[in-house]
């Protein structure tokens, strides 16, 4: 069956919206894949893999939210409840007002399993009505679906649209030079696509990080207040840098996971489109996920002074001098990837567009597999 485009905001039809959380919750299952291949590779730490295998989860158990929160689109459940809007011409994920809405739900969700009828009592009522009415019980599934979907968000470990720092200790350097990993996450509405962040830095406070009461606080706020996919990574950095005298940032990494390119649920321009329209590729196996990283380092450390009698470390960051761009990057380099199937992958291998020659390409076998090449 081929997959159809019903609606320009919003999956109302059944099918469609099912094919389409089947799909993400196949690719976010190969993220922790993809993941694995890297650090084998030494693109990325045992402890990256964790973080990022983390927020892949935190996907995977958002997007298996909204399936259960939609899973009756298109039927007459008696109410209107709208179908679930995605970004079909950018990012083809969902658009980051269902993660608003979502998270209303989630403070609320308590209160409206309290006031629904549990599931033994539903799947009975809907025997009954299948038995003795002899009629198809869509308004009982849809109240099914209903608390399925809010005993997902009470189970909580969803991806939302800000997902605040966590600090993690990597060891100290001297006594009063500790080492940090920091790591934090936003649903960017602008793009409508998920971004994580990873920073390292060494903390030459009097008391650890985590543990003062008055730096972490104002270090988590800066962090997200500056969370945003526009931002160069250097002026994230050096902000953060000038407005912690003893936080000293050596490396800030940005990964953003999308867009989701599939021919049949999203309509982006470029070659990816061709090489899908041109793959015909069989259900569930029609789609390309973009990942890039971004990475800015530290090359060495200037004092400042502060006072009559005081200086503080101030960082200077390399910016990649081959990057077309030079400063204006933002980044020491930037790394490209993108994950797909086989057979888009050999369309794109014969057709070799414009722009792929430096982009890392990870595909999915048979099995669930993922091989780069």
Excluded at 266 to 293: H, M
Aim: with cysteine.
């Amino acid at each position: 069956m081929t997959d159809t485009i019903e609606d320009r905001s919003g999956l109302i039809d059944r099918f469609a919206s099912r094919r389409y959380f089947r799909k993400f919750e196949a690719i976010t299952g190969h993220m922790a894949r993809v993941a694995a291949v890297m650090e084998a590779d030494g693109a990325l730490s045992r402890e990256d893999v964790k973080i990022l295998a983390r927020y892949g989860q935190m996907l995977t158990f958002t997007f298996r939210a909204l399936s259960m929160k939609y899973l009756l689109v298109g039927r007459d459940t008696g109410r209107f409840f709208g179908s679930l809007a995605i970004d079909r011409t950018e990012s083809g994920f969902p658009v980051a007002a269902e993660l608003l809405t979502m998270a209303n739900d989630a403070q609320q969700a308590a209160r409206h399993l309290d006031n629904m009828p549990s599931v033994e009592a539903l799947k009975d009522d809907m025997v009954r009505t299948i038995i003795g009415a002899q009629e198809l019980p869509t308004k009982l599934q849809f109240a099914l679906s209903q608390r399925y979907y809010y005993e997902e968000l009470m189970r909580g470990q969803l991806f939302w649209v800000q997902n605040d720092p966590e600090c993690l200790w990597q060891g100290n350097l001297e006594e009063r030079r500790r080492q940090f990993l920091i790591h934090w996450a936003a649903y960017d509405s602008q793009i409508n696509l998920p971004v994580i962040y990873l920073l390292n830095l060494e903390d030459t406070g009097k008391v650890a990080l985590p543990k003062d009461e008055r730096r972490w606080p104002e270090a988590q706020a800066h962090l997200m207040a500056q969370g945003l996919a526009g931002l160069k990574l250097v002026t994230i950095a050096q902000g953060f840098d000038e407005d912690f005298g003893d936080l000293h940032p050596k490396r800030l990494r940005r990964f953003h996971i999308g867009p989701m390119y599939s021919s049949a649920f999203t309509e982006q321009s470029g070659p990816l489109r061709r090489v899908l329209s041109d793959a015909r590729a069989p259900e569930g196996q029609d789609w390309a996920l973009a990942w890039t990283e971004e990475q800015l380092e530290s090359e060495s450390v200037r004092a400042e002074r502060t006072g009559w009698f005081s200086n503080v470390e101030r960082q200077v960051f390399a910016l990649d001098p081959f990057g077309g761009r030079d400063a204006e990057t933002g980044a020491t380099r930037t790394q490209r990837a993108i994950i797909l199937p086989q057979r888009p992958y050999q369309v794109l291998a014969e057709k070799t567009p414009p722009g792929f020659e430096d982009v890392r390409k990870f595909v999915v076998g048979s099995g669930g597999r993922v091989l780069r090449y």
